[in-house]
DNA sequence: GGAGTGATACTCGGATATCTGGTGTCCGAGTTTTCGCGG
DNA sequence: CCGCGAAAACTCGGACACCAGATATCCGAGTATCACTCC
């Protein structure tokens, strides 16, 4: 039982763009850059960000991306699904309906002891990551991380990001 | 993410292997027939289960696999352990250390705090598996099948197992 | 008839093909910007 | 000097190769059984 690699991208660019000013945007080369992983292939889990509603898409020069909900209301389990999709990893293919003794279609009305179990630990799972949002980790963030850090990434924000054309004065 | 499909028929072999006499063992050859899936798949599986200490294999005729514990000391993380590996699911690559941006080695003797999230989800999992035996579930089926059910199932026990060569008088 | 011995049949164990899904990359559609031109 | 228009540059979006791990299978190692032979 694996996960993608995507997840961790995704959770990490969803933090990044959680910090740049609202209503800015930023362009998925510079997302890879700072991450320093593939551009294209990033590309491929923000779209799906995108398609879930996690992520908003701005086309064109001066686009990019940005989040689609306040980071205190976009959980883990949110991007988690989002990227992995919400299909249980545990699936029940009713092997005790094959077979020589197969069990009575009567007592199949209610559902495999054994998979209702599995169903318990995902459930488990997805409520602990339900908990946690990405607002969780931006306060954490500032609260361990030191000053420095905080004014190199807000440098390099400022040097990437793209404002909406509304009325800020382009810092280019 | 998706588990195999493996686990699933591990499950459900350790139940019946629970339901026979002490001592007495199955070969696979029975355990994929009574399932209905590949024997030889089945077998690979077996395998691991005895690898990780779950079953224990009786080799040669009238040889087999049966339980290497109580049913009650065999919990459904044992299992999925020793079927799929006990390797964390969400793998950390540490990708705060890398790019133009990348966070000071000092930050980073705490673990990623995301990576520490992605834990806690997985502990959750696990601590609700590790809650359940096969004992439970040999209860539960006790309780909701009919006794017809248990009634087919000991015959073919009667019909495959093979006991131990102690006292037993071979009811073939 | 009983014990010893060899062949036998059946079991598990590991090494070997095949195939789906994740990984990685590319080119095309769409939009804003920008430059040039005309008024 | 200002407005309009076409070309260009940059963005995201979807379609196309590649590779690891799960899936599926086979043949070989090992052992209890069984039959045969000899005593």
Redesign the interface.
Known sequence: ?????G???A??CA?LLATLPAGAALPAKSLA?????SESYLLKHLKALAAGGILESVPGPKGGYRLAREPDALT?LDIVEAV?GA?P?????E??Q????R??P??CR?PC??YA??Q???E??????KR?TVGD?LR??TE???P??HA??AA?IRENARMLPVIGPGSE
Request: hydrophobic content about 45%; some cysteine; charged content about 30%.
């Open positions: 039982m694996k996960m993608g690699e997840v961790e991208w959770i990490h933090t850059e700072y991450h320093g992983v883990f992995e299909a990893a545990f699936r029940c293919t092997i005790r094959r077979g020589p003794v069990a009575d009567t007592a209610r002891a054994i179990i599995m318990e630990a995902e488990a799972w997805r409520e602990t990551l946690r980790i954490h963030l361990t991380l030191p420095r850090s190199d990434t390099w």
